[in-house]
């Protein structure tokens, strides 16, 4: 039987441990970090949950392998409404949960980076329910920079 890695191991392995990745380690301190899975036609998924009382994402951070399309399923397990605001390329995406429901989105997050997601309503954001989603991977090299190789530590 293997066990999940500790914390601080998935966020050293996810590179999220260093200077200015630790913002991710620091804003969202509590909750879980969990990876989507990969179908075979390479669409991704993942479940995301309000439990109850807790006031935060469940998990609080999901890693995507790299850019594409996820679709999410959102689940409201306390006693009272909140919402998802999500990010997604050309359109963010909104749904309402009220207590005890569940949604769906089906976002395209194309690039490397880390996008935010929260529910806005009320003070939910600065209560905790805030969360990331981060994909890994490089930028392709017709989005990259046209400067020189920068020294790296």
Known sequence: MTTAPERPDLL???GL???N???LGR???TGKIERASEGSDGRMKATIRINVDELTWDPSILVMPHGGDIDLELINDDKNTHCAL????GDRKFIWLVNHSRGRARLNLDGPGYYWFSSPTGNDEGRGLTGAIVVLGDAPPEARLDRPEQPQP
Not at 86 to 89: E, K, Y
């Open 86 to 89: 999500l990010p997604s390329n």
């Open 27 to 29: 804003v969202l301190g």
């Open 17 to 19: 441990d260093v200077q």
């Open 21 to 23: 990745h630790a913002t």
């Open 12 to 14: 050293k392995e996810l």
